[in-house]
């Protein structure tokens, strides 16, 4: 079987799906690696580190026509889904929820395609496969570094000859696996942190990393299905901006993560909480996309320095901006994704396996996977779906 490696060619992308690293176990399996030209150069791994760890570097047409599967990180653009064939796998974070016609695109060429960010994330046998961890990690740590970076004072308590500097007053909202990496880089540059999330078992999670879980008076239960949180009601949302703002207005950071799946991020941090903080003050809004983000504020992709001098930074691709780390988790999930398939040389579907029904998404010229096809039913009178 012969796998592909493609290049990335989305605006800002920095990352590559498969690393020089990974090559002998894929290879270990009777698979030959095919790398198009300059995939890994602007993750630190040049062409001649993938020809050492026994990969064929290919230009981008060559990689298409020879390759049973291509690895990717993102959705191939409509120019690189000219280049594919019937039959072909493509494995990638694809996001079919977010754009099912792009699915029933790729089954009407007879792709199958494999969607790394459809992985059940609680089975724990699919754990070593949850790209969606592995970048979030990414995400929550530089989030922070872009923080610091911005801020004008120190993160840490500093006692010096010139005198003692205060610690920074950081506040991560959204305690999932971002929220935790950010509060554990807060922590380990000397911030004091506080931490808030709509569901309880967090508490526990950010105290055990040093931050102060902020227990709203108004504080409801968010859990929702799957570990996930749930969307407040409006009164409910109500009750607890209210208080969040209090919190908001005496913090020097804000980093925000909190995301309800299929829904715009929440509200958390409104113009009236961002109006009363101190001048200086950094928010930076991880949930922000063009759905909107968690700061009202927020413009996804820009940084906005608001009349009061708090400085809104909305990064779309945190993980891209640290390409090598980040590509190497990656490469580790996509090729244990892609390995998991893989019986006697060959990619073999066990639609009855759990992580092969969640993410495979076509297959046979159809689209295969239930929650998509769920998305793709005419609507019913009144809204609903068939
Ligand atoms: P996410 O990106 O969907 O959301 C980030 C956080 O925002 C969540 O903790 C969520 O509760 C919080 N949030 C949502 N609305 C909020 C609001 N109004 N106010 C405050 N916070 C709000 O989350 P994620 O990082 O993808 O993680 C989701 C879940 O998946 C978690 O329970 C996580 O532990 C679980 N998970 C489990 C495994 C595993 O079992 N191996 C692996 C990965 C993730």
Do not use: W
Request: aromatic share 4%; glycine share 10%.
């Amino acid at each position: 079987m012969k796998v592909g490696v493609a290049k990335e060619i989305a605006p800002g992308e920095r990352r590559v799906a498969l690393v020089p690293e990974s090559i002998d176990r894929l290879r270990a399996a009777g698979i030959s690696v095919f790398v198009e030209r300059g995939a890994g150069a602007e993750a630190a791994f040049p062409d001649n580190a993938y020809v050492e760890a026994g990969a064929r570097i290919v230009a981008t047409a060559a990689l298409y026509s020879n390759c049973d599967v291509i690895l990717r990180i993102n959705r191939p653009t409509p120019t690189e889904t000219k280049y594919t064939h019937a039959g072909q796998a493509i494995i990638g974070m694809l996001a079919p929820l977010l754009d099912p016609e792009a699915m029933v695109e790729f089954a009407g060429k007879d792709l199958t395609t494999v969607s790394l960010d459809a992985i059940p994330r609680t089975l724990s046998r699919a754990q070593g496969m949850d790209a969606l961890s592995s970048q979030a990690n990414v995400a929550g740590y530089k989030a922070v570094l872009v923080a610091a970076d911005a801020f004008g004072r120190y993160f840490p308590l500093l006692t010096t000859s010139a005198g003692t500097a205060k610690p920074a007053n950081v506040l991560i909202l959204g305690i999932g696996v971002a929220g935790l990496q950010a509060i554990a880089t807060a922590r380990r540059l000397g911030a004091q942190v506080k931490a808030y999330d709509v569901r309880p078992e967090t508490k526990e999670q950010a105290e055990s990393l040093g931050a102060q879980f902020v227990t709203l008076k108004s504080a409801v239960d968010g859990a929702g299905a799957g570990g996930y949180a749930r969307a407040l009601t409006a009164e409910e949302q109500a009750a607890q901006q209210a208080e969040l703002n209090q919190i908001i207005g005496k913090q020097d950071v804000v980093i925000t993560t909190a995301q309800v799946p299929g829904r715009r991020p929440p509200v958390l941090v409104t113009t009236e909480a961002v109006a009363a903080m101190r001048a200086g003050s950094i928010i930076v809004d991880m949930a922000a996309s063009e759905l909107g983000g968690n700061c009202e504020l927020s413009q996804p992709g820009k940084m906005v320095l608001t009349s009061n001098g708090i400085q809104i930074h909305a990064p779309l691709n945190l993980p891209a901006s640290m390409p090598t780390g980040a590509s190497l988790f990656y490469s580790r999930n996509i090729s244990n994704l892609l390995l998991n398939f893989v019986k006697n040389g060959e990619l073999q579907f066990d639609f009855e396996d759990d992580i092969t029904a969640a993410t495979v998404i076509t297959y046979g010229g159809k689209v295969v996977q239930e929650a998509v096809k769920k998305l793709l039913q005419p609507a019913q009178p009144g809204g609903a779906k068939a």
